[in-house]
């Protein structure tokens, strides 16, 4: 059994491990955890600095912090590989500016649940979702 220091240090070691391959850190990414049954669900949630938006990036499920932690930096080691990059453009109520949003995903229905995670659907309208070509 590892002790609660042990088990913060790698939780520590392995967010960062995260934020530096994405390229991302403290502000644009945070790592949201919710017990689930006996599990630990881990949603990472990006948030655009420019119109502060908040997306989900990706979620996994691990039997505690440190297992799910572990699913999701294997998962982002090779999303890119396993999934297709989509455009959404998209506008939230009572703006005027139409923005322009990128997600990797397994199809447009997962790449519109990231658009949608955690608001009310009615919040945003949705003006197009390309699934752009891979090089």
Do not use: C
Not at 83 to 106: C, H, I
């Amino acid at each position: 059994m590892e002790s609660t220091t042990e088990v913060h240090v790698e939780s520590a070691r392995i967010q960062k491990q995260i934020e530096n391959h994405l390229g991302l850190s403290g502000d644009s990414l945070l790592f949201e955890f919710r017990k689930l049954d006996n599990k630990v669900r881990l949603d990472l949630i990006t948030v655009n600095p420019r119109h502060l938006q908040s997306f989900l990036f990706h979620t996994e499920v691990g039997y505690d912090r440190v297992d799910a932690l572990r699913k999701m930096w294997d998962y982002v080691q090779s999303y890119k590989e396993k999934e297709s990059p989509y455009t959404v453009q998209w506008m939230a109520r009572g703006d005027k500016e139409l923005n322009t949003s990128y997600f990797r995903a397994r199809n447009m229905y997962e790449a519109l649940d990231k658009l949608y995670f955690g608001r009310d659907m009615n919040t945003i309208t949705v003006f197009s979702v390309v699934l752009n070509p891979v090089s």
